[in-house]
């Protein structure tokens, strides 16, 4: 059952941080907000978040945090299997890496050998290199994900990424970013002057999907009461129902989903939808099942397509149109983009 409360943190107990990260101000600030945990000096990150053999499912019962400093590299080129309607050079950079949720169809958990939380606290560099980037290449325009191996939003009370992010590049000319959320973290940022190069965007499913596949993350009615704050605040906000996950009674679940969205939303106010079916690749979705045990997820009628594991175009199809169909009543199409099969 998803949580009735906004996720409240439990304190790290154990804090592993290399020697040369214990200077930098977000490190300083996240030693004195976890001053009761256990800090253990580590020579390189990857001693401890890339170590084989780790227990996945055990961890995330009590995660750990890890404080590094960043060395190679800090801009990645998005993967093509990610939405990019927003035109553009579409680029994702990780300040921070593993999420606090524990949702059944994460790639995440597919993709790390350990649950414990990774935090690079040499921001600056980060900054350096995307602005380098953007004044290298003035003509362009780039579109930036903050948060695509994260939630920063859900870490912000500890560690103020977005904050950061959104008072640096707040106003850069050529560069868009986005921050993903499942969070009702908005709090954290209320305080801000809406950046309207920054969008904020919510991953929402239906209750019955949150409950099944989401557990301990905060319940549709919470996220659309802080998507409604986030818009009424004047942020530009995304909604993205990706992965769109298909169990029966897929109609009748989805149908109450649309009409709770419009009762919540101002959707003449709303930047747009993303919409995607689940997806992800075969090496992550393997390593995923085998962590997971036996959710019903794994039991879809899914395909391979190249190396991806998604769903049967047909089945696919069927459930996008008439969900379509549904959500073009409160909205307008062109603002409904989708990853299609």
């Known amino acids: 059952m998803a949580s009735s409360e906004n996720w409240k943190f439990k304190p790290f107990s154990h804090l592993y941080a290399e020697t040369e990260a214990l200077g930098y101000p977000l490190a300083e600030q996240l030693l004195r907000r976890l001053s009761g945990s256990e800090v253990i000096r580590i020579r390189h990150y990857k001693d401890v978040f890339n170590r084989p053999r ?7 019962q009590s995660p750990k945090l890890i404080l590094a400093v960043q060395r190679e590299r800090f801009i990645y080129p998005a993967s093509d299997n990610c939405l990019n309607p927003d035109g553009g050079d579409f680029y994702y950079v990780s300040p921070m890496r593993n999420c606090l949720y524990h949702c059944d169809y994460c790639f995440l958990q597919g993709m790390h050998q350990t649950a414990n939380i990774l935090v690079f606290v040499n921001t600056e560099d980060y900054f350096s290199a995307v602005a380098g980037m953007c004044d290298r290449q003035r003509e362009k325009t780039f579109f930036i994900s903050l948060s695509y191996e994260s939630d920063m939003m859900a870490f912000e009370n500890l560690a103020p990424l977005c904050r950061l992010w959104i008072e640096r590049f707040g106003a850069w000319p050529n560069a868009r970013f986005e921050i993903r959320t499942k969070s009702t973290n908005f709090r954290a940022l209320q305080d801000i002057k809406p950046a309207d190069n920054f ?24 996220r659309l009461d802080d998507i409604a704050q986030a818009i009424h605040a ?40 993303h919409i995607g ?14 962590r997971r045990g036996n959710p019903q997820i ?14 049967d175009r047909d089945l696919w199809l ?11 009543r409160i909205i307008p199409e062109k603002k409904i983009h989708t990853f299609l099969i």
Do not use: C
């Open 318 to 328: 069927t459930v996008y149109n008439t969900i379509l169909s549904e959500m073009k």
């Open 277 to 290: 079916p689940f997806r992800m690749p075969e090496i992550y979705f393997n390593r995923l099942k085998n």
């Open 234 to 273: 004047g942020w530009n906000v995304r909604l993205a129902i990706d992965p769109l996950i298909i169990t029966d009674p897929w109609q009748m679940v989805y149908e109450e989903f649309i009409r709770q969205l419009n009762d919540k939303i101002f959707s003449e106010k709303l930047y747009d939808i």
């Open 199 to 222: 969008l904020l965007t919510w991953s929402v499913l239906p209750q019955p999907l949150i409950e099944r596949f989401e557990p301990n993350t905060p319940t549709l009615r919470q």
């Open 54 to 60: 780790q227990n996945f499912r055990l961890q995330k």
């Open 298 to 311: 794994f039991h879809a009628s899914y395909i391979k397509k190249g190396n991806i594991i998604t769903y």
